[in-house]
T-cell receptor, first 113, second 112 residues
Framework: DGGITQSPKYLFRKEGQNVTLSCEQN?????MYWYRQDPGQGLRLIYY???????QKGDIAEGYSVSREKKESFPLTVTSAQKNPTAFYLC????????????FGDGTRLSIL | DQQVKQNSPSLSVQEGRISILNCDYT??????FLWYKKYPAEGPTFLIS?????DKNEDGRFTVFLNKSAKHLSLHIVPSQPGDSAVYFC???????????FGAGTRLAVHP
C-alpha cells in the first residue's frame, strides 16, 4: 500500500534540544513538504523540496532544517532556535510541485517538556 | 496577510441536509483550488479540486463551485452524513508560486 509514514506520532523534547521528525513516502513522488498546524490556524509551510538534494524555505522556516538525500525521505529537524516548537507537524508529497494534489501523512505532535 | 480565508470556524448541519462550506481568496493569481478533509490526529485527506478554467466540479456527494469574479469558492455536500463530521480546509495554488496556501479550516458537525 502506497503512502506517507510519519514517525513518531507523539514526540517530547526538552528545551534546548534538537529533535528530528521522520517522513517517508513510497509513492515515487518528487516533491515533498513540511507543514505546521497550530490550533485554530491553517497549515503553514515550513520547507519544501521539489527533487532530491534540493529544498527551499517556506513561510516559517526559522528554527527548522531539512535534508533530502533520498527521494523517499524528507526529515525535519526542529532546532533549539525554534522559539515555539509545540505544534502538530504534517509531511506531504506530490508528483511534482505543479502536479497536485498533495498527499499527507498522519502527523507528529511535538510537545516541549 | 491571509490570502485564503474561511470565515466560518464551525458549521452544524442535520443528517441528510446540505452542507455548504465557504472560502474566499484575495490573490487573483490563484488558478487551482483544493478542498481537504481532516479528522483529529490524522493528516488531511484530499477531497476535490477545481481549476480556474471551470466554475463547477462534481464528485459524488461533493461539488465545488468557483466564482472567480467574487474570488469565492464553496463546497457542497449533499446529502450530509455523520461521517462527514471533520475539519475542512480550503487551499489555493498559483502556477508561478508552487505552494499551497491553506485557509484556517471550518469544523463541520453533522448530527442525526
Amino acid at each position: 500500500d502506497g503512502g506517507i509514514t510519519q514517525s513518531p506520532k507523539y514526540l517530547f523534547r526538552k528545551e534546548g534540544q534538537n529533535v528530528t521528525l521522520s517522513c517517508e513516502q513510497n509513492l515515487n513522488h518528487d516533491a515533498m513538504y513540511w507543514y505546521r498546524q497550530d490550533p485554530g490556524q491553517g497549515l503553514r509551510l515550513i520547507y519544501y523540496s521539489q527533487i532530491v538534494n534540493d529544498f527551499q524555505k517556506g513561510d516559517i522556516a526559522e528554527g527548522y532544517s531539512v535534508s533530502r538525500e533520498k527521494k523517499e525521505s524528507f526529515p525535519l529537524t526542529v532546532t533549539s532556535a525554534q522559539k515555539n516548537p509545540t505544534a502538530f507537524y504534517l509531511c506531504a508529497s506530490s508528483i511534482s510541485l505543479s502536479n497536485q494534489p498533495q498527499h499527507f501523512g498522519d502527523g507528529t505532535r511535538l510537545s516541549i517538556l | 496577510d491571509q490570502q485564503v480565508k474561511q470565515n466560518s470556524p464551525s458549521l452544524s448541519v442535520q443528517e441528510g441536509r446540505i452542507s455548504i462550506l465557504n472560502c474566499d481568496y484575495t490573490n487573483s493569481m490563484f488558478d487551482y483550488f483544493l478542498w481537504y478533509k481532516k479528522y483529529p490526529a490524522e493528516g488531511p485527506t484530499f477531497l476535490i479540486s477545481i481549476s480556474s478554467i471551470k466554475d463547477k466540479n462534481e464528485d459524488g456527494r461533493f461539488t465545488v463551485f468557483l466564482n472567480k469574479s467574487a474570488k469565492h469558492l464553496s463546497l457542497h455536500i449533499v446529502p450530509s452524513q455523520p461521517g462527514d463530521s471533520a475539519v475542512y480546509f480550503c487551499a489555493a495554488l498559483s502556477g508561478g508560486y508552487n505552494k499551497l496556501i491553506f485557509g484556517a479550516g471550518t469544523r463541520l458537525a453533522v448530527h442525526p
